[in-house]
């Protein structure tokens, strides 16, 4: 079992910056790939970040604005969002699974609960 907890969601005006985090505890050995997943109200979960053996990928709605990035010890993850506008309200989740990195939702195997974020205009 791996637990996740994300913190340091909240509401931002647009134009502002969050930076949410997730710490991964319990049995994470093999759970090498961190992503960040979110979704609004009415619309499907989608890809925004995730993080693998050293790399970073980003769903085209984020590149150039949010940042993944990780500890040392791996089992810690941060979003670094920039130039947030109101198309990224949503509840971000933080997610874990064995194997390469990927965009697709379901072959991530742990969840966090979610952080609500939500940009003001």
């Known amino acids: 079992q791996v637990q996740l907890v994300e913190s340091g969601g909240g509401l931002v005006q647009a134009g502002g910056t969050l930076r949410l985090s997730c710490v991964a505890s319990?049995?994470?050995?093999?759970?090498?790939?961190m992503a960040w997943f979110r979704q609004a109200p009415g619309k499907e979960r989608e890809f925004v970040a995730s993080?693998?053996?050293?790399?970073?990928y980003y769903g085209d709605s984020v590149k150039g604005r949010f940042t993944i990035s990780r500890d040392g010890a791996g089992n810690t993850v941060y979003l670094e969002m920039n130039s947030l506008q109101p198309d990224d309200t949503a509840v971000y989740y933080c997610?874990?699974?064995?194997?390469?990195?990927?965009?697709?939702?379901?072959?991530?195997?742990?969840w966090g609960q979610g952080a609500q974020v939500t940009v003001s205009s």
């Open positions: 997610a874990t699974k064995r194997g390469s990195s990927g965009v697709a939702w379901k072959p991530y195997e742990y």
């Open positions: 319990g049995h994470t050995f093999g759970y090498d790939v």
């Open positions: 993080s693998y053996n050293g790399a970073a």
